[in-house]
């Protein structure tokens, strides 16, 4: 199957959008693109870096552009930040032009994924739980908005959600 049109996975950090939306890529023989991979190769720094140095406010503003110039290519398989949806305009680009899937995991299962990370600069606080309970409360619902479907991850491995997803398109 050659992908005609652009996939795009949104969810909580952790939830697998970057490992799952490779899979999915070279299961449909098309491109994969990941926009904080693209925001860390045009800045040369990390996104934890850019965001202690510059602030949250100047990463979104580098991630809006970073969507918009990437939902532009059709035919990719577009893996997105956690916090893609915040925007607005965001959320209406990806939904206009893309298929957007939202992994759905619960605050829970992303704290026990994340043991140990230290990339994430939102995670990096005394209490991540707590933290992923309160990014979950604040996204669901913009993931829900901006998505065509929603895939549970809980108890599937990554070839059962590359099947699920493929089922979906
Ligand atoms: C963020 C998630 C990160 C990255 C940045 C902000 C967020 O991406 O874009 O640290 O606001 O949830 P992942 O979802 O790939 O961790």
């Known amino acids: 199957m050659t992908c005609l049109f652009t996939v795009v ?3 909580l950090p952790g939830s ?6 490779r899979a ?6 098309c491109v994969w693109k990941d926009s904080d991979h693209e925001i860390e190769a045009q800045l040369g720094c990390t996104v934890r870096e850019y965001f202690e140095a510059e602030g949250e406010g100047a ?5 809006e552009e970073v969507l918009d110039s990437l939902s532009r290519t059709a035919g990719i398989v577009l893996s997105t930040g956690g916090g893609a949806v915040l925007r607005e305009v965001n959320r209406q680009r990806l939904k206009e032009r893309g298929t957007v899937i939202y992994l759905r995991s619960s605050p829970e299962a992303l704290c026990r994924r994340l043991k140990n990370d230290t990339k994430r600069p939102l995670l990096q606080v005394a209490d991540p739980l707590k933290r992923l309970r309160a990014l979950y409360a604040e996204r669901d619902p913009l993931y829900r908005e901006c998505a065509h479907f929603v895939i549970d991850t809980h108890g599937s491995s990554l070839s059962m959600l590359v ?4 089922m979906q398109l």
């Open 9 to 11: 996975l949104v969810g």
């Open 59 to 63: 990463f979104r503003d580098r991630e």
């Open 163 to 166: 099947n699920r997803i493929m």
């Open 16 to 21: 697998g959008k970057s490992s799952v939306g």
């Open 24 to 29: 999915v890529a070279r299961r449909m023989d």
